[in-house]
Structures are given as structure tokens and as C-alpha cells.
T-cell receptor, first 114, second 113 residues
Framework: AQSVTQLGSHVSVSEGALVLLRCNYS??????LFWYVQYPNQGLQLLLK??????LVKGINGFEAEFKKSETSFHLTKPSAHMSDAAEYFC????????????FGTGTRLTVIP | DTAVSQTPKYLVTQMGNDKSIKCEQN?????MYWYKQDSKKFLKIMFS???????INETVPNRFSPKSPDKAHLNLHINSLELGDSAVYFC????????????FGAGTRLSVL
């Protein structure tokens, strides 16, 4: 079975500071991993995904994430936070065989302080 | 053009009523989903439809029924609404055979009074 744990339901950073949102997964098979962002009163939008190959993946808006199998982690980072990054971020996992099943973490709310 | 659209955006109703939420996608995808997001932002899959066949039903009450008139639409009907049904409901779609990139609608905020 697949599951995701996001450490920290709320993260605050200063504008221009590093953003680090943590995600650990559990999967009995090689996982596909995703980060989605939800802006206020909007649906979820895909930020980036890991499937196979290069473990460092780059997404939209300057975000990137690194798949670390040994640590079962897929942390999301951005070198310099912008006010527009304030949103809810969700990590999700699906198994490669199941394809259509996405399991979401409980989300991390990012606040950017001017 | 909105890829996945849901209507209505807000829905306020009394306990015991029956209501529907509509979802349409113009992406040509063959699989559609309904998720429930509770007050703590936790997202849980409720249903998915692939080529008009229900392929996931995550132990939701049978008061909830998905209906798909065609592969571009997946509507959610809820009978005998309860206070605990208050949540944001998201529709999503994806294409089988891709890496399960799901595209989400903007959500429907349901408030049961």
C-alpha cells in the first residue's frame, strides 16, 4: 500500500529565503511521486513529478524536488521564496502498476513573510 | 479554456436535501475522479470512472453516486445530505497510460446546514 507523510502542516519563510517542504513516502513498489500546489479557492495544479531516471526533477515556478530512495523522501525546495508562492502544497504517490491511484499527504501550508 | 470545470462553485443546502455537482473535462481524458477535501485539507479519493465503468469506490456512503453520461462528464449526486458532508469536492481527470497526471477542477464548496 502507498502512503505519504508531510512533516509540518504549516511552514513560514521570509521572502527570498529557501523553501523546504518535506515529504516521505511508503510504497511496496517503485513509486511515482508528485507535488501539487493549491492556491486559495482554486483546484490543485501539478508542480512536478518523478517517475524514473534522474532523481532531481524540476518543476514550474522554480521549484524542484529530489527523489531519495534510501531515505524514502521527495522533499520540495525553492532557493528563493516569492510572495506568490504562498499556498497549500500536497505531496502524492502512486504505484507504477496501479497508475490511476493517487494517495495524497495532508498538505503543508506555506506562508511567505514580506 | 478551462480544462476541468465544476458547477456550482458554492452550494449551501439544508440537511436531508438531495443535490448534484457537475463536472466536465475538455482534455479528451478517459478517466475522471471525485475527491473530498475535509476541513483539515485532507484529500481523499471517492470515485473514479474509466470509460463509463466505476473502477474505484473508496467505501463512501451509498448516498453518494457518480453518474457519467459520457466520458467527458462525471457528475456527483448526493442524497439525504448530512452535516458531515460539508467539504470541498474536487473533480479531476487523467488519461490511462500516462503517468497519472491528474488535472483538477477548482472545487465545489458544499455547506450543509
Amino acid at each position: 500500500a502507498q502512503s505519504v507523510t508531510q512533516l509540518g502542516s504549516h511552514v513560514s519563510v521570509s521572502e527570498g529565503a529557501l523553501v523546504l517542504l518535506r515529504c516521505n513516502y511508503s510504497s511496496s513498489v517503485p513509486p511515482y511521486l508528485f507535488w501539487y500546489v493549491q492556491y486559495p479557492n482554486q483546484g490543485l495544479q501539478l508542480l512536478l513529478k518523478y517517475t524514473t531516471g534522474a532523481t532531481l526533477v524540476k518543476g514550474i515556478n522554480g521549484f524542484e524536488a529530489e527523489f531519495k530512495k534510501s531515505e524514502t523522501s521527495f522533499h520540495l525546495t525553492k532557493p528563493s521564496a516569492h510572495m506568490s508562492d504562498a499556498a497549500e502544497y500536497f505531496c502524492a504517490v502512486s504505484d507504477q502498476a496501479g497508475a490511476n491511484n493517487l494517495f495524497f499527504g495532508t498538505g503543508t501550508r506555506l506562508t511567505v513573510i514580506p | 479554456d478551462t480544462a476541468v470545470s465544476q458547477t456550482p462553485k458554492y452550494l449551501v443546502t439544508q440537511m436531508g436535501n438531495d443535490k448534484s455537482i457537475k463536472c466536465e473535462q475538455n482534455l479528451g481524458h478517459d478517466t475522471m475522479y471525485w475527491y473530498k477535501q475535509d476541513s483539515k485539507k485532507f484529500l481523499k479519493i471517492m470515485f473514479s470512472y474509466n470509460n463509463k465503468e466505476l473502477i474505484i469506490n473508496e467505501t463512501v456512503p451509498n448516498r453518494f453516486s457518480p453518474k457519467s453520461p459520457d466520458k467527458a462528464h462525471l457528475n456527483l449526486h448526493i442524497n439525504s445530505l448530512e452535516l458531515g458532508d460539508s467539504a470541498v469536492y474536487f473533480c479531476a481527470s487523467s488519461q490511462v497510460g500516462t503517468i497519472n497526471i491528474q488535472y483538477f477542477g477548482a472545487g465545489t464548496r458544499l455547506s450543509v446546514l
